[in-house]
T-cell receptor, first 111, second 112 residues
Framework: GIQVEQSPPDLILQEGANSTLRCNFS?????LQWFHQNPWGQLINLFY???GTKQNGRLSATTVATERYSLLYISSSQTTDSGVYFC?????????????FGTGTRLTIIP | KAGVTQTPRYLIKTRGQQVTLSCSPI?????VSWYQQTPGQGLQFLFE???????NKGNFPGRFSGRQFSNSRSEMNVSTLELGDSALYLC???????????FGPGTRLTVT
């Protein structure tokens, strides 16, 4: 199956700092999503970005599908940004909607 | 528009019992998928349904089963519960193929 690797596994930053989270995947994909998991376990959609660049406020994401990686940028971090960030992909295959998740990046923002 | 809902939110069962979890997708969404999250294994795919048909199944034993109804609501069942089945079970829905998937709040199952 497709492999998804996220780095770094853990990141501790001061409030106000910027961060870059990386997601590498091993095969062509139809879908790539970034999620933030809140303390209660719910996965919050950040970006649906199989290719290209998107921005939403302080967050932006870029996927370079030909080179099989995606980056999530968080600027001017706030304590509410703390949590686990997951990248998930759907391997390019007709009729397949299975999301394969990376192991996540645990982000801790210190006031 | 209401999001994906899952019931119950929390459940405590005894080893050997069975359990049924329910998921209602976003209105109009026809694809429903289930995932299990544990500290040791991370997020793993269980199965996916589209128009009442199971299209994909993950690498889980036959004790795990599911179904989808004509209104797209889905249920998953785990029989003969084991301690290792303790996990957060997440349901996701999407409009159709190759579109964004949205997750519900999850059901936290504890097996004692």
């Amino acid at each position: 199956g497709i492999q998804v690797e996220q780095s770094p596994p853990d990141l501790i930053l001061q409030e106000g700092a910027n961060s870059t989270l990386r997601c590498n995947f091993s095969d062509s994909v139809n879908n790539l999503q970034w999620f933030h998991q809140n303390p209660w376990g719910q996965l919050i959609n950040l970006f649906y970005i199989p290719s290209g660049t998107k921005q939403n406020g302080r967050l932006s994401a870029t996927t370079v599908a030909t080179e099989r990686y995606s980056l999530l940028y968080i600027s001017s971090s706030q304590t509410t940004d703390s949590g686990v960030y997951f990248c998930a992909v759907v391997k390019a295959n007709f009729g397949n909607e299975k999301l394969t998740f990376g192991t996540g990046t645990r982000l801790t923002i210190i006031p | 528009k209401a999001g994906v809902t899952q019931t119950p939110r929390y459940l405590i069962k005894t080893r050997g019992q069975q359990v049924t979890l329910s998921c209602s997708p976003i209105s109009g969404h026809r694809s429903v998928s289930w995932y299990q999250q544990t500290p040791g294994q991370g997020l793993q795919f269980l199965f996916e349904y589209f128009s009442e048909t199971q299209r994909n199944k993950g690498n889980f034993p036959g004790r795990f089963s599911g179904r989808q109804f004509s209104n797209s609501r889905s249920e998953m069942n785990v029989s003969t519960l084991e301690l290792g089945d303790s996990a957060l079970y997440l349901c996701a829905s999407s409009l159709q193929f190759r579109t964004e998937q949205y997750f519900g709040p999850g059901t936290r199952l504890t097996v004692t």
